[in-house]
């Protein structure tokens, strides 16, 4: 399933258990350490009620946390302007955590930002998307975050 809410996930499941149809096995909505509560007051309950997972998209938030984007700092991309509402208080901590993180384990901060969603519950796997070489090889790094780590970037 994709884009659907908790409560349409839920119907859909309820309606193929009551006719024996085959199941939604995965839901595909938008998760990223900015994009959180819809998916998480939502659509996670429903897929840990149903044993379900996610395979969230827009993992990097549109690019916003791969690092790239620093206060002060102006992008020349006509991908830019989709992540002006990111340009936070709340958003440049978050790219400061995930900065400072990247730091420490030496990766880049997409590779943390992907971390982050591989650590929650109800997600088998972040879709992530590159445009170059340079940007496939910093999503595909992996790291192992900290309990601390996790609860940091979660309280955000």
């Known amino acids: 399933a994709s884009q659907h809410s908790g409560a349409r996930l839920a119907e859909a499941l309820s309606v193929s258990e009551a006719n024996g149809f085959a199941k939604y096995s995965v839901l ?10 819809a998916f998480e007051l939502d659509s996670a ?5 149903n044993g379900m997972q996610a395979l969230p998209f827009f993992s990097l938030a549109r690019g916003f946390l791969s690092g790239k984007y620093q206060p002060g700092v102006e992008i020349e991309s006509v991908r830019a302007g989709g992540v002006e509402g990111y340009k936070t208080e709340r958003g440049w901590a978050i790219v400061a955590a995930i ?8 990766v880049s901060p997409s590779a943390v930002s992907l971390a982050w969603l591989r650590a929650q519950s ?9 445009r170059t070489v340079e940007q496939l090889a910093e ?6 975050l900290s309990s601390a780590e996790i609860e940091l970037l979660s309280s955000l």
């Open 139 to 144: 999503i595909m790094q992996v790291v192992d």
């Open 122 to 130: 109800t997600v088998a796997a972040p879709i992530a998307s590159a």
């Open 99 to 106: 900065s400072q993180i990247a730091a420490d384990h030496s």
């Open 28 to 37: 595909q909505n938008e998760y990223n350490l900015m994009e959180r509560s």
């Open 45 to 49: 309950p429903v897929l840990a009620a």
